[in-house]
T-cell receptor
Framework: AQSVTQLDSQVPVFEEAPVELRCNYS??????LFWYVQYPNQGLQLLLK??????LVKGINGFEAEFNKSQTSFHLRKPSVHISDTAEYFC???????????FGKGTTLSVSS | DVKVTQSSRYLVKRTGEKVFLECVQD?????MFWYRQDPGLGLRLIYF???????EKGDIPEGYSVSREKKERFSLILESASTNQTSMYLC?????????????FGNGTRLTVT
């Protein structure tokens, strides 16, 4: 069965510092990977997705992620974070049947000045 | 812009009550989903539906049922609410996309069972 592991439950950083949120996946078939963000008191919204093609995927708000098949990873990065990036971030993979998303446990990014 | 609307933002119910959580989407999406979100556990799939009157169990269906009588509406039912069902419930919808279904989420219903 597909699964994702988010390696850090909390990541505190200072404003304008770079950040990496780590995600590893397990899959035996084609992989479709996603990062979602949840701001306080809101639903989730899509940051970026990898379906095929270039392994470097660019998303909204300056985020990008790199698909690494050999390391089964899909880490999310941003070169310089803002206070407004404080949120919970979820990595997700499509289930084996291709019918639903399986989410990781989330990483809380806290950006302070 | 896709809108997924959950009828209640906050609900407080008593143990043993029958609880209905309603979700409506306005983009003619085929797929609809119910997840529950708990701290440290992320999102877990309860049920999903890929067509009217069709439903599939997710990872944690016990204690829940669903209803999809119209394409735009997907209801989650707690037959007899229990305190361990206190949680944030998120509804989502998507097109039936074989390349992977980007989900559009509602803002959630925070249910407290006392």
């Amino acid at each position: 069965a597909q699964s994702v592991t988010q390696l850090d439950s909390q990541v505190p950083v200072f404003e304008e510092a770079p950040v990496e949120l780590r995600c590893n996946y397990s899959s035996s078939v084609s992989v479709y990977l996603f990062w979602y963000v949840q701001y306080p008191n809101q639903g989730l919204q899509l940051l970026l997705k990898y379906l095929s093609g270039s392994t470097l995927v660019k998303g909204i708000n300056g985020f990008e992620a790199e698909f690494n098949k050999s390391q089964t990873s899909f880490h999310l990065r941003k070169p310089s974070v803002h206070i407004s990036d404080t949120a919970e971030y979820f990595c997700a993979v499509v289930n084996q049947a291709g019918t639903a998303l399986i989410f990781g446990k989330g990483t809380t990014l806290s950006v302070s000045s | 812009d896709v809108k997924v609307t959950q009828s209640s933002r906050y609900l407080v119910k008593r143990t043993g009550e029958k609880v209905f959580l309603e979700c409506v989407q306005d983009m003619d999406h085929e797929n609809m989903f119910w997840y529950r979100q708990d701290p440290g556990l992320g999102l877990r799939l309860i049920y999903f539906s890929y067509d009217v009157k069709m439903k599939e169990k997710g990872d944690i269906p016990e204690g829940y049922s669903v209803s999809r009588e119209k394409k735009e509406r997907f209801s989650l039912i707690l037959e007899s609410a229990s305190t361990n069902q206190t949680s944030m419930y998120l509804c989502a919808s998507s097109h039936r996309d074989p390349g992977g279904p980007p989900l559009h989420f509602g803002n959630g219903t925070r249910l407290t069972v006392t």
